[in-house]
């Protein structure tokens, strides 16, 4: 038997992480990843008995529709140069034998399923109010015979103001004077309500990826960090709450309204803003699985080389305050792919942001504000206060399109000047990585 603590990828595990390891869910379908270096898109699909191929060149800039995946055995992301499969592994083992004509085949994967990265404020109130009851307690134990009271607890570094929210100020975009303008951000989520008054003007281009479900966003989440990565720079009410205020919006809904999607919705919401040329993907999403799952690290890699950087949530499975440190998860455990961590309002540590795995691939690469993060939120609601490394990646998307804008530098350059501006913490850089992302201060030269 295998020790459930023992990954080829990443060696020994410390027992408290071992609860937060679940069992990859799959679909049945196979993701197929092609080599870059052979003709262009010629795979023979007959050999395996495919005959019903969708392909994203058929299509629009609009992207695939949902359902054209549903009602093909094959759909072929043609900017990533892979392939979504519905047929037996057997079948697509005939593509990959030595002999088969055309593209050669580097992996092969079952599909995965992804779910909103879960919102953790309910437990964070509880362990606030824990923490509270444990602090007065401790503050009045020796009252009775005269002992000295401890000192009361420091106060947070940042916190929400009547201007701005407290990752407006910490990752210092309230006083940058970029806005994100002309810049493309792709939020991949669970959509967003397109009736927000805050949002009423913008440059906005949406597109479901989830069959049945248009974009419209009947979950929150999408919303939520859409509104932190891009919301307005002075909202109807309340405080500031969005980096990138002018940024040209990408709502690709690949999340259900119940919070969940699959490696080929995914996929296509990548391919389609790769195709809309986004300097910026941000996706709040992920599984608890240690491995790094191939379709994402080509993925990640193929975005890069056409000028569009990946950010990823690095995950909620920690327990801090048990000693539990968590470990990286998909997709933000490719290497391709930037991971980000969430800090709380001392610039410490979120008790449930995840840790680095020392495989390659598997490091928090950058952090960004993440918990008690106020943002928009589908109406009638409006706003909302939620925690989690999910808040934290908009942050940093909003920030790398100011950056985009400042610099006028893509992929890998970017992603470069993002963690060389970042703000080094106290922080273990296996917690924060580079740390803490910082909008530009300075305006671009003028042309």
């Not at 932190?228 to 002075?234: A, F, K, L, N, Q």
């Not at 740390?435 to 003028?446: M, W």
Request: net charge negative; charged share 15%; proline share 7%.
């Amino acid at each position: 038997m295998i020790d459930p603590r023992f990954s080829a990828d990443s060696g020994l595990l410390p027992d408290s992480a071992v609860a937060a390891i679940s069992l990859p869910e799959t679909t049945g379908r196979q993701i197929v990843v092609f080599a870059r270096d052979e003709d262009d898109g010629q795979v023979d699909w007959g050999r395996a008995g495919i005959s019903s191929v969708a392909d994203t060149r058929d299509f629009a800039s609009g992207g695939l529709p949902p359902e054209a995946m549903q009602e093909s055995q094959a759909t072929m992301f043609a900017n990533l140069g892979i392939a979504v499969v519905a047929a037996d592994p057997s079948q697509v083992a005939m593509l990959q034998a030595a002999d088969a004509p055309g593209r050669r085949i580097l992996s092969v994967s079952p599909e995965l399923v992804h779910h909103v990265l879960q919102d953790v404020l309910e437990y964070t109130r509880a362990y606030r109010d824990g923490v509270d009851d444990l602090a007065e307690r401790v503050l009045h134990a020796h009252d009775h015979d005269g002992a000295a009271m401890a000192a009361p607890a420091a106060a947070p570094l940042f916190q929400d103001t009547a201007q701005a929210t407290w990752g407006i100020q910490a990752t210092k975009a309230d006083s940058s004077p970029l806005s994100g303008k002309g810049i493309g951000v792709a939020v991949l989520d669970t959509g967003f309500d397109l009736t927000h008054p805050d949002f009423a003007g913008r440059t906005m281009t949406a597109q479901s990826f989830v069959p049945g479900e248009q974009a419209q966003d009947g979950h929150g989440h999408g919303t939520h960090c859409i509104g932190t990565s891009c919301g307005p720079r002075t909202p109807s009410t309340g405080p500031r709450y969005g980096i990138a205020y002018e940024a040209d919006i990408f709502v690709g809904k690949v999340l259900s309204n119940s919070g969940s999607g699959t490696d080929g919705g995914i996929l296509a919401g990548i391919d389609w803003a790769v195709s809309n040329g986004c300097p910026v993907i941000s996706m709040s999403l992920g599984a608890n699985v240690m491995k790094a799952h191939p379709p994402y690290s080509a993925a990640g890699a193929r975005a890069l080389e056409k000028g569009s950087l990946i950010i990823a949530a690095a995950g909620n499975n920690a327990d801090r305050r048990t000693g539990n440190v968590g470990f990286v998860g998909a997709p933000a455990n490719s290497p391709e792919i930037m991971a980000v961590g969430a800090l709380e309002q001392r610039l410490e540590m979120a008790y449930f942001s995840a840790r680095s795995l020392p495989a390659r691939g598997g490091q928090v690469d950058i952090a960004g504000p993440g918990f008690q993060v106020l943002s928009s939120w589908p109406l009638p609601t409006r706003y909302k206060a939620i925690s989690g490394t999910s808040m934290a990646t908009p942050h940093v998307a909003g920030v790398a399109a100011l950056w985009a804008q400042a610099t006028g530098r893509r992929g890998l350059e970017l992603w470069a000047t993002l963690m060389q501006e970042s703000q080094r913490l106290l922080q273990p850089s296996v917690d924060v990585g580079s740390g803490l992302c910082l909008a530009p201060q300075d305006a671009p030269p003028q042309q």
